[in-house]
């Protein structure tokens, strides 16, 4: 009994007010829940603003000033219509395969520390968790393609298999680059690494951490994530799996309403979770791009949410700009391209650390 | 009961019955979905071992990456399961044998623990503390067994290329495109200006 007690005040904690409060998992958990939920639904409406004065159109302007509210006259829109289910599908698998897209790309949150010791679950394994997570993520595109057994569905379900499956290779290779410098697995590590090494400490000016971050010194890498996490989420210019002039809308043709918005929810978070790897692997996580008081001022993860949007804009850009690929070239881009690319740079990077033996060497374990 | 015992319990169970479900439901694709929760069942045991390395490299490699290529496969396939499944009776009396003989092996191992309790805490290799075990896996593998591992490396490349090498084939007479090529294309080498004379043509 008193494991589960113990358990139990774990969860929900002792909310006492005053100082030292000791909040729970669970009231952590929803605050977490709570503000990526609504950051998402304005990363929406940012995504379709952004497009939409590259094309130089308005965008949504309507719901509320400026149209912020159109999200959630979308959710509302989503969550009161009926629900339909082919007659001819996997009623169980139909349902259960947007449920799997939002759950893993949810799940993924645990372990970002947004500030300074503020993850939900500071693992030693958190970069392999969050991969881990992301390549789950295939399974609801393919549950839901088949479930609704349908062709075009089928067919993008294929595609996306094929295309996740490729890109999380490289994605590998260019944690596996970040994690040499590194030494430790841990989130929270490879920040205070990129806090306390690196080029600014090498010219003598330690305030500059900017410099010290890895977009600079693995900058090949750094590119090769951008473009591999466009394709690992199915973003254009690699959304070949929701192709309409070839898919009709690919694997999410059959679905309407909230299962629909289930999909739609989970694909941003995920794309939300792979901008938060890169600004935790290439751009140095909650810490101050300047060591110094104006800048330092700013709690850490105002800077991590800067960071954030920052790599989202980028990638709401290349959806503005950038042309649809042909799926032979992105299969040539992310197995003749990226692949020998990532690979030659784990072994030089691999080489000048073993040689100059430079790397962090502060790791908790 | 205390959490990790509860959560072992509720681990195996669902390991166990999924397992079942496997080679109990009718449609593959099923059997597919079932193998891979047995899979995640699985990882969760090694988590509450102590051993979270191994347990996401599980869900990394087979969940992740195999599994999709066997439910890929198993989706693409028209075979009809009735037929095949008329046979299974034929079949049972390896399967019993191969699980015998499985079975047998497991209480070989649990057994020399209940036999020499000794050797139950005692590890061939042990962890040294304030180490976490992704640690303790590299410094082993590549000291210790770096030739074994090397090794295991290049046979799975050997087979790797081999599986490559029966499939590939190169049909002559098919017109490739050499994207570097194309790119490298200016207009200045392929387009000639031309200025034609009216009524004259070229």
């Known amino acids: 009994m008193d494991s589960i007690n113990s358990a139990l005040d774990y969860l929900l904690g002792i909310p006492i007010l005053g100082l030292g409060v000791q909040v729970g998992f669970i009231y952590k958990a929803l605050l977490l829940l709570v503000a990526l939920l609504i950051f998402t639904a304005f990363i929406l409406l940012a995504d379709r603003k952004i497009w939409a004065a590259v094309q130089i159109r308005r965008g949504p302007n309507v719901v509320g000033p400026f149209g912020l509210l159109q999200s959630f006259a979308d959710l509302l829109k989503f969550a009161l219509k009926e629900a339909v289910i082919p007659a001819g599908s996997d009623k169980v698998l139909f349902i259960l395969a947007p449920l799997i897209t939002a759950t893993l790309a949810l799940g993924g949150w645990a372990v970002v520390p947004v500030n300074d010791g503020w993850a939900m679950a500071d693992i030693n394994v958190g970069i392999l968790y969050i991969l881990g997570l992301s390549s789950l993520g295939v399974y609801g595109v393919i549950i839901g393609g088949w479930a609704s057994n349908s062709k075009y569905p089928f067919l993008g379900s294929l595609r996306s298999a094929a295309q996740m499956v490729s890109y999380e290779v490289s994605i590998g290779l260019v944690i596996i680059t970040v994690l040499l410098c590194v030494g430790s697995l841990n989130l929270n590590d490879i920040i205070r690494a990129q806090y306390e090494m690196g080029l600014a400490h090498m010219i003598g000016l330690p305030q500059l951490t900017f410099l010290n971050w890895f977009w600079l010194p693995l900058f090949p890498m750094f590119v090769v994530f951008y473009i591999s996490s466009l394709a690992e989420t199915n973003r254009p210019p690699f959304d070949l799996v929701e192709g309409e002039s070839e898919l009709v809308a690919g694997f999410m043709t059959e679905y309407s309403s909230t299962p629909y918005m289930l999909f739609m929810l989970g694909e941003y978070i995920s794309i939300l979770l792979m901008c938060a790897m890169a600004t935790i692997l290439f751009l140095g996580g909650w810490t101050a791009p300047i060591d110094l008081p104006p800048f330092t001022w700013i709690p850490g993860f105002i800077w991590f949410f800067l960071k954030l949007s920052m790599m989202f804009f980028m990638i709401a850009m290349a959806k503005a700009i950038v042309p649809r690929y042909r799926y032979d070239q992105l299969m040539r881009i992310g197995w003749k391209v990226f692949l020998p690319i990532s690979l030659i740079c784990v072994i030089i990077v691999a080489f000048v650390l073993q040689l100059t033996g430079w790397g962090w060497h502060g790791g908790t374990a | ?202």
Do not use: C, W
């Open chain 2, 1 to 202: 009961m205390t959490l990790p015992l509860f959560f072992f319990y509720v681990f195996s169970a669902v390991a166990i019955a999924s397992a079942a479900m496997v080679v109990a439901s009718r449609n593959p694709v099923h059997a597919v979905m079932f193998l891979i929760l047995a899979f995640f069942n699985a990882a969760g045991l090694f988590m509450l071992a102590g051993a979270e390395f191994l347990a996401l490299i599980l869900i990394v490699v087979y969940v992740g990456a195999v599994a999709v290529l066997f439910l890929f496969v198993v989706m693409m396939l028209d075979v009809d399961f009735a037929s095949l499944r008329s046979g299974m009776l034929q079949y049972a009396p390896i399967g019993v044998v191969v699980g015998i003989v499985l079975l047998l092996e497991l209480l070989l191992v649990a057994g020399s623990f209940v036999v020499s309790p000794e050797a139950a805490g005692s590890s061939a290799l042990p962890i040294s503390e304030g180490m976490d075990n992704t640690r303790a896996l590299g410094t082993v593998l590549y000291t210790r067994y770096v030739f074994l591992f090397q090794g295991a490396g290049a046979v799975l490349l050997v087979a790797m290329i081999g599986a490559i090498v029966l499939t590939l084939r190169h049909k002559p007479n098919v017109k490739r495109q050499d994207a570097i090529k194309q790119v490298a294309r200016r207009p200045s080498e392929t387009m000639q200006v031309v200025k034609v004379k009216s009524g004259q043509g070229l």
